[in-house]
């Protein structure tokens, strides 16, 4: 699949779920969001069709996010159904890592190949001020799990938020080499200014370099997590849908006022 500008589209990221287990401060209120209705929610086998559809397109690469993917039932099903697609390359995950102690090996076992988990402290305190409802050793207890499951490379993604003074950016460089983990440092964004920039250790956010579209888990096909374009797989068809997506997929992200990180797998 090629964009207007001649960009190669080989790159889906597929937003399983809005529900998530953390109420992170830069991400979502405190008393929680409204949540889509289940029938407004793209089944596992609609998902799964979807990516078919955009393997014969040209798509080689999926990327599993949320909210939290490993709340949605059936997440283990989905990656065993995404790896019997012909043509998906790799299967990917974004996860905060409190529920991958229990999944990692199921996961491994179903066709994942690696995992990206989110931790934006080490200090145990500031990990449940940021997160609101998490334990930090429960993340801890996700990355051993992944990484004895083979979920390799292991990228640990940090928001660098203005939340916290107390991120000690230091010590969770020092974490990650010890450990042996891929580290990655991400702006904090703001989808309704349009404040974005380069992700420190990888390509996220180089518009010129973009190879990607979003599956939202309402069926929306999304050009780029700054817009607000949105076309959706059921009223459109899912062919229709990548057509659209790719026709509107603008040179450079500008502004999303119709979405929230927490709904858009951002």
Same mark, same amino acid.
């Given at each position: 699949?090629?964009?207007? =500008?001649?960009?190669?589209?080989? =790159?889906?990221?597929?937003? *399983?779920?809005?529900?998530?287990?953390?109420?992170?401060?830069?991400?979502?209120?405190?008393?929680?969001?409204?949540?889509?209705?289940?029938?407004?929610?793209?089944?596992? #086998?609609?998902? @799964?069709?979807?990516? $078919?559809? +955009?393997?014969?397109?040209?798509?080689?690469?999926?990327?599993?996010?949320?909210?939290?993917?490993?709340?949605?039932?059936?997440?283990?099903?989905?990656?065993?159904?995404?790896?019997?697609?012909?043509?998906?390359? #790799?299967?990917?995950?974004?996860?905060? +890592?409190?529920?991958?102690?229990? =999944?990692?090996?199921?996961?491994?076992?179903?066709?994942?190949?690696?995992?990206?988990?989110?931790?934006?402290?080490?200090?145990?305190?500031?990990?449940?001020?940021?997160? $609101?409802?998490?334990?930090?050793?429960? *993340?801890?207890? +996700?990355?051993?799990?992944? $990484? #004895?499951? +083979?979920?390799?490379?292991?990228?640990?993604? *940090? *928001?660098?938020?203005?939340?916290?003074?107390?991120?000690?950016?230091?010590?969770?460089?020092?974490?990650?080499?010890?450990?042996?983990?891929?580290? $990655? !440092?991400?702006?904090?964004?703001?989808?309704?200014?349009?404040?974005?920039?380069?992700?420190?250790?990888?390509?996220?956010?180089?518009?010129?370099?973009?190879?990607?579209?979003?599956?939202?888990?309402?069926?929306?096909?999304?050009?780029?997590? !700054?817009?607000?374009?949105?076309?959706?797989?059921?009223?459109?068809?899912?062919?229709? @849908?990548?057509?659209?997506?790719?026709?509107?997929?603008?040179?450079?992200?500008?502004?999303?006022?119709?979405?929230? !990180? =927490?709904?858009?797998?951002?």
């Amino acid at each position: 699949m090629l964009d207007a =500008y001649n960009r190669k589209i080989t =790159y889906l990221r597929v937003s *399983v779920t809005d529900r998530c287990n953390l109420r992170c401060r830069y991400c979502m209120p405190e008393e929680g969001i409204q949540l889509l209705k289940h029938d407004d929610i793209l089944s596992l #086998e609609e998902i @799964a069709e979807v990516i $078919r559809e +955009g393997a014969k397109m040209g798509l080689k690469k999926i990327r599993l996010t949320g909210g939290e993917p490993l709340v949605r039932k059936g997440i283990v099903q989905l990656v065993e159904m995404i790896k019997q697609v012909e043509g998906i390359e #790799e299967i990917a995950m974004t996860t905060n +890592g409190v529920l991958l102690g229990e =999944y990692a090996k199921d996961l491994k076992k179903a066709g994942l190949n690696r995992v990206n988990i989110s931790l934006d402290t080490l200090d145990a305190e500031e990990f449940r001020s940021i997160t $609101r409802l998490g334990n930090i050793n429960d *993340v801890l207890k +996700g990355i051993k799990a992944a $990484r #004895e499951a +083979g979920l390799t490379p292991i990228k640990i993604n *940090v *928001v660098k938020t203005k939340f916290s003074n107390k991120q000690n950016i230091d010590d969770i460089k020092q974490f990650c080499l010890d450990e042996g983990l891929n580290i $990655r !440092f991400i702006h904090q964004m703001d989808l309704e200014t349009g404040d974005f920039s380069v992700v420190e250790g990888g390509e996220g956010g180089n518009c010129q370099l973009c190879n990607r579209l979003r599956l939202m888990a309402n069926g929306d096909i999304k050009p780029c997590l !700054f817009s607000n374009s949105g076309f959706n797989v059921r009223q459109h068809g899912i062919k229709e @849908a990548f057509q659209l997506a790719l026709g509107a997929k603008p040179l450079e992200g500008t502004i999303n006022q119709n979405h929230k !990180f =927490y709904n858009i797998g951002g």
